[in-house]
């Protein structure tokens, strides 16, 4: 019997050696670049290799679907409800035949009233407010479940295709990612901890520290990134306001800069990082109890501003994740500190993947795995120039003239609530 399974032993030692060679491999061909703070254009070759193949896949499926008579499902808003495209006299004309019809049509039948009672449900189920809470679904399909459920069911090369690239997002994208992202968190911890007991002087080798763990986070995303207008990217003793659409937009910007956090202390695994984070740079955080106290707030990032040795302030004044098709109302009390405000405008591309976090419906760690195992996070972030309050103008209009800047920079609906 020996004999017989040493032949196994040796193929599975022979594929456990190539996994390891090639995964190690991986992570230094990624981790070097970033510690020497290099890119050499891998992320952006992958790119434009999937946007050949999402444009071969778009192409099949119409071309599969116009065979078979198939209907492709094409939607009409970016709400929770699929309207068609038909007039009111259509669709009235479609509930009276229902009916009973008469030799002479009348003006106005008791059927009538349905079609604007459907309508005012319609209205209050999928008002303007809510479609900004839910995912938009592509015109063309991206290989991805999630966002076309009936297009691998096509053509046999569709589903050939679609198992192929579920294996390798699956198969060698996620475990790879995963990891990436636990080395990542682990050397932030870890570095900022022994930073944190060393003599103060060394802010230098912390910025360093906090780019080069960012820098491996948004790697174990696959992310590219393309940032404009460099020169206003935001500096000492100022605030950086931003469109919010996800947690991942932290790390977003501080692949590119470093920034002081503000936010609620947590505990578990955050709640480690943040009190690894603020033992090396000058980080906010509040107590449950404190956030709800305005001025206490206040009285805090006004100190933090007030030193121009201290990182700018990170803050998404929205104070919840939108689906990056627009920007609703800023909250004020960041704009009443009175110092300049850097805004910056983040706009993210939903043939990769879906960024937005919808915290209703997906845990953290549902959401982070399920954009792991995504092709990739592709953006492209602006920095505006420095925007300071006028003389006679308050807090509200100032955030709203802010909040209409990012919007007109991002190409995103500018909401008045």
């Known amino acids: 019997m020996g004999w017989f399974l040493l032949p196994f032993d040796n193929l599975l030692c022979m594929v456990l050696g190539i996994s390891f060679t090639v995964g190690f491999s991986s992570l230094l061909v990624i981790v070097v670049p970033v510690v020497l703070g290099v890119s050499i254009g891998i992320r952006r070759l992958y790119m434009k290799s999937l946007l050949k193949?999402?444009?071969?896949?778009?192409?099949?499926?119409?071309?599969?679907?116009?065979?078979?008579?198939?209907?492709l499902y094409k939607p009409y808003s970016n709400g929770i409800i699929a309207k068609e495209l038909s007039s009111l006299e259509q669709e009235i004309q479609?509930?009276?035949?229902?009916?009973t019809t008469l030799s002479s049509e009348p003006e106005f039948e008791m059927a009538d009233i349905m079609y604007f009672c459907r309508r005012g449900m319609e209205s209050i189920v999928d008002d303007e407010v809510t479609k900004r809470f839910s995912a938009q679904e592509l015109e063309s399909?991206?290989?991805l479940t999630r966002s076309n459920y009936n297009a691998r069911h096509i053509s046999l090369r569709l589903s050939v295709l679609w198992g192929l690239g579920l294996f390798i997002r699956y198969g060698f994208l996620l475990p790879l990612r995963v990891t990436l992202a636990a080395s990542g968190i682990g050397l932030l911890v870890v570095l900022t901890t022994i930073v944190g007991f060393l003599p103060s002087g060394w802010t230098y080798l912390s910025e360093k520290i906090h780019l080069m763990s960012y820098r491996i986070c948004v790697r174990s995303l696959t992310a590219i990134i393309t940032y404009h207008n460099s020169e206003n990217k935001p500096k000492?003793?100022?605030?950086?306001?931003?469109?919010h659409t996800t947690p991942i937009d932290v790390i977003i910007l501080a692949n590119d800069g470093c920034y002081s956090m503000v936010g609620q202390i947590h505990g578990g695994l955050i709640g480690v990082v943040q009190r690894a984070m603020v033992k090396s740079s000058p980080h906010i955080w509040f107590e449950r109890s404190e956030v709800k106290d305005r001025h206490l707030v206040a009285k805090r990032l006004s100190n933090h501003v007030a030193d121009?040795?201290?990182?700018?302030?990170?803050?998404?004044?929205?104070?919840?994740c939108i689906n990056n098709t627009s920007v609703m109302m800023f909250k004020k009390g960041s704009f009443e500190i009175g110092c300049t405000v850097y805004p910056v405008a983040i706009k993210y591309d939903p043939r990769f993947g879906d960024a937005f976090w919808n915290s209703s419906k997906f845990g953290m760690v549902n959401y982070l795995l399920r954009?792991?195992?995504?092709?990739?996070?592709?953006?492209?972030?602006?920095?505006?120039p420095p925007m300071s309050r006028e003389e006679g103008e308050d807090a509200v209009q100032f955030a709203n003239r802010v909040k209409a800047a990012i919007a007109t920079q991002g190409g995103l609906v500018d909401l008045l609530w």
């Open 53 to 71: 193949v999402f444009e071969w896949a778009t192409v099949r499926m119409e071309k599969g679907a116009k065979e078979k008579n198939q209907h």
């Open 308 to 320: 121009k040795t201290k990182h700018p302030i990170l803050i998404f004044p929205e104070g919840t």
């Open 141 to 143: 399909w991206n290989l």
């Open 236 to 243: 000492n003793g100022g605030i950086c306001v931003a469109n």
């Open 94 to 99: 479609e509930l009276r035949a229902s009916g």
């Open 371 to 384: 954009m792991m195992s995504s092709w990739a996070v592709v953006c492209s972030v602006w920095y505006l």
